[in-house]
């Protein structure tokens, strides 16, 4: 295998075609398969979990679980109570973006300005 240093501009052009079709292949299929199909209600009320438990998934693990795979029970302090907001704008108002922005925000100034 390569190291990244080694590779051309054509090598480099290459993977982000690949990564792109990588990419768009699991978003085109499902829309082209439902596009001509009724979606049934009780798939709709399933799916309008995803997005909650993938996002709740990857907070728990940056803020309570270190690089070691070990739980963190101290020095974080700061990011469980960014979490906590988080959530509760998560909950309120059902938007992602303005989720990860509070959420970034939070983070930047209890744990970067504060040091908490």
């Given amino acids: 295998m390569q190291s990244v240093s080694s590779m051309t501009s054509m090598d480099h052009f290459l993977l982000?075609?690949?990564?792109?079709?990588?990419?768009?292949?699991?978003?085109?299929?499902?829309?082209?398969?439902?596009?001509?199909?009724?979606?049934?209600?009780w798939f709709n009320e399933w799916m309008r979990f995803v997005p909650v438990s993938l996002f709740t998934a990857l907070v728990v693990k940056s803020v309570?679980?270190?690089?070691?795979?070990?739980?963190?029970?101290?020095?974080?302090?700061?990011?469980?109570?960014?979490?906590?907001?988080?959530?509760?704008?998560?909950y309120r108002t059902r938007s992602m973006t303005l989720s990860v922005v509070i959420g970034l925000v939070s983070v930047m100034i209890l744990v970067l300005v504060f040091h908490i």
């Fill in 64 to 90: 309570f679980i270190d690089s070691r795979y070990h739980i963190m029970t101290t020095g974080n302090l700061g990011m469980i109570i960014s979490a906590i907001l988080v959530g509760f704008v998560a």
């Fill in 16 to 41: 982000i075609i690949f990564c792109a079709i990588v990419a768009f292949i699991p978003r085109f299929f499902p829309l082209l398969f439902f596009t001509k199909r009724a979606i049934p209600e």
